[in-house]
């Protein structure tokens, strides 16, 4: 059965859904504004859907919720986020707006319409009896994903233990809308310098620059990466000094690394706390941590590429690709947690996390239907 058709004819009523949805304001860090949106797909979930809808209190960020469909033993997720990196007040100076065939607002890409396709989706394979009687489907939307998860990691890796696969809806690679089946590892550091401050004129000598250890540092840190390993460590932020006459007694370095494999991601998490200064009195101290796992490419993943990529045929009659990506979601968890997931299932577009993003409003049910054809599948 070609799902496009009756999604299609749903468009009118997901766009309405995914202007509401845009029009509200959820930054990660404001737990009030992000508990209304998770209020606001709870309720759509229940009206739309034979759904178990649960709320998960959290004390820090916003709740969380979990929609179950279907009673089968066979466990899969769905797993996306409510949060955005916009702030309080940004969908009140760029509110939801089509332009032709695209659809501009704060979050619409990342990742408000892929939430709005995952409900249309399971919403038609309920009212065409074609869900799996053998699967219970999760939707997992959680609440602090732009920031790494801090309070839902474990939430989210509960589930991935007891489930057989993961469909993560990040958008997708453009320009063909390749799904994910692989992402880097990534970890964040803070390093810290204190040298010895002095007159840069009078007594230079008594001086230990900070700023000139940190500049060491960063010529190491950098020279640690390995592009055919797929090793990058990037120093992004530096701060250090009061003046230019004065020798810096601190400094300081936000740090970003991102990894191919899981032993080059247990291998910095011990480089990294093992830098050592240059110069004998400067004291250096290491914060954070390799935070993602990296998602590698399996054989369980690789056949649940052939399942989209059969899905897409029938559904879209067109190939679907798949690639790998430095970027990060809540699937490097899921993943590391020996369960088969297959990322970037959501609406194509482009522009995340810019004033510019967009997605395709045909993509719309089209995204939708590849999604519904997959679940068929399982």
């Known amino acids: ?49 034979q759904a178990r809808v649960e709320r998960v209190p959290n004390r820090q960020y916003g709740d969380r919720l979990a929609v179950r469909v279907g009673n089968g033993p066979r466990q899969v997720l769905l797993v996306g986020h ?23 607002g704060p979050g619409v890409y990342d990742m408000k319409a892929s939430l709005i396709q995952a409900l249309f989706a399971l919403k038609l394979l309920q009212m065409t009896n074609r ?25 989210i890796e509960s589930y991935a233990r007891k489930s057989e696969a993961a469909f993560v809806l990040e958008p997708p690679m453009e320009p063909h809308g390749a799904v994910k089946t692989a992402r880097k590892g990534s970890g964040r550091f803070l390093l810290s ?10 007594n230079p000598e008594a001086g230990v620059s900070a700023v000139e250890e940190m500049a060491r540092q960063i010529i190491r840190l950098h020279a640690w990466s390995e592009p055919s390993r797929g ?24 740090i970003d690394v991102r990894v191919q494999t899981m032993d080059d991601f ?33 054989r369980q993943i690789g056949r649940l590429f052939e399942i989209a990529r059969a899905a897409a045929w ?32 959501g609406v194509r577009g482009d522009g995340a996390h810019s004033p510019s993003e967009y997605i395709w409003l045909t993509e719309l049910p089209r995204r939708a239907a590849l999604l519904a054809g997959i679940l068929e599948r399982l």
């Open 314 to 345: 029938d559904q879209l009659n067109m190939g679907l690709g798949e690639t790998s990506t430095g970027g990060v979601s809540d699937g490097n968890f899921i993943a590391a947690c020996g369960t088969p997931t297959l990322d970037g299932l």
């Open 231 to 254: 090793i990058y460590v990037n120093v992004g932020v530096v701060n250090g000094g009061i003046g230019a006459n004065v020798i810096a007694d601190r400094a300081t370095a936000e």
């Open 266 to 298: 247990r291998h910095f998490a011990t480089r990294m706390n093992h830098l050592t200064p240059f110069h004998p009195e400067v004291r250096m101290s290491m914060t954070g941590d390799m935070n993602r796992p990296p998602m590698e490419r399996t």
């Open 131 to 155: 869900l799996p009687q053998q699967l219970s489907i999760v939707l997992l939307i959680n609440s602090d994903e732009e920031i790494g998860s801090p309070t839902s990691r474990q939430w």
């Open 82 to 104: 409510a949060d955005t990196v916009w702030p309080a007040g940004e969908a009140k100076l760029r509110p939801f707006r089509i332009d032709g065939d695209r659809a501009f």
């Open 193 to 202: 310098l204190e040298g010895r401050s002095a007159h840069a004129g009078v």
């Open 1 to 49: 059965m070609n799902f496009v058709p009756q999604l299609e004819r749903w468009l009118p009523d997901m766009v309405a859904l995914l202007e509401e949805s845009v029009n509200m304001d959820s930054p990660s860090t404001d737990k009030a504004l992000t508990d209304r949106m998770i209020g606001w797909y709870a309720a759509r979930c229940s009206e739309a859907l």
